[in-house]
């Protein structure tokens, strides 16, 4: 079944422990993004890739990393959390170009104490 | 400034019957207009994709109108269903490196027995 998977789902750590949230998708895409989402704010984008060892920032990079170092995973790093990156965190991938579809994972739930 | 405004923030409406969602937008170069269904705690989940030669595209009760010169979009769900309840997002992509998406803050539905 074409999917994105994230892990973990649901996440509660505390201010400056490093955290990692996986991304994979099995659809051989070439673009990925990872996006964040707070009440009244909408989706917002972090960062994307548009392929192997590309990427670039979004709207709201700042106190998040990302590598892409295979096709299929996006790893989203969070070097030192703090309480303002409590959100629901999504994945998601498509193929390159205008128009294609583009398919969200299940998201994370993080809190940060 | 790129941005997608969508009203209403959130309607209540009662099973079997129909409504309208609008979308105003303001992003340039426009590439295409997508909305998508999410529901609560889930990845949204793609509906309709519009390019700028398209007036309406329909996926089964879910009907999309595009007015590139208005920089209008609706979306016309009919005969309402219970399953119908989610959060709907309009989400506009505009030209440039990576094909950015710019999102809709969403209209929150919710369909009443």
């Known amino acids: 079944e074409a999917q994105v998977t994230q892990n973990p789902r649901y996440l509660i750590t505390v201010t400056g422990k490093k955290l990692t949230v996986t991304c994979s998708q099995n659809?051989?895409?070439?673009?990925m993004s990872w996006y964040r989402q707070d009440p009244g704010l909408g989706l917002r984008q972090i960062y994307y890739?548009?392929?192997?060892?590309?990427?670039d920032k979004g709207d709201v990079p700042e106190g998040y990393k990302v590598s892409r170092k295979e096709k299929r995973n996006f790893p989203l790093i969070l070097e030192s959390p703090s309480p303002n990156q409590t959100s629901l965190y999504f994945c998601?991938?498509?193929?390159?170009?205008?128009?294609?579809?583009?398919?969200f994972g299940p998201g994370t739930r993080l809190t940060v104490t | 400034k790129n941005q997608v405004e969508q009203s209403p923030q959130s309607l209540i409406i009662l099973e079997g019957k129909n409504c309208t969602l609008q979308c105003n937008y303001t992003v340039s170069p426009f590439s295409n207009l997508r909305w998508y269904k999410q529901d609560t705690g889930r990845g949204p989940v793609s509906l309709t994709i519009?390019?700028?030669?398209?007036n309406t595209k329909s996926n089964g009760r879910y009907t999309a109108t595009l007015d590139a010169d208005t920089k209008q979009s609706s979306l016309h769900i009919t005969a309402s269903q219970l399953s119908d309840s989610a959060s709907y997002i309009c989400?506009?992509?505009?030209?440039?490196?990576?094909?950015?998406?710019?999102f809709g803050g969403g209209t929150r539905l919710m369909v009443k027995p």
């Open positions: 659809m051989n895409h070439e673009y």
């Open positions: 519009m390019t700028f030669s398209e």
């Open positions: 998601a991938s498509r193929e390159q170009g205008a128009g294609h579809e583009q398919y």
């Open positions: 989400v506009v992509s505009y030209k440039r490196a990576g094909n950015m998406l710019t």
């Open positions: 890739s548009m392929n192997v060892e590309v990427t």
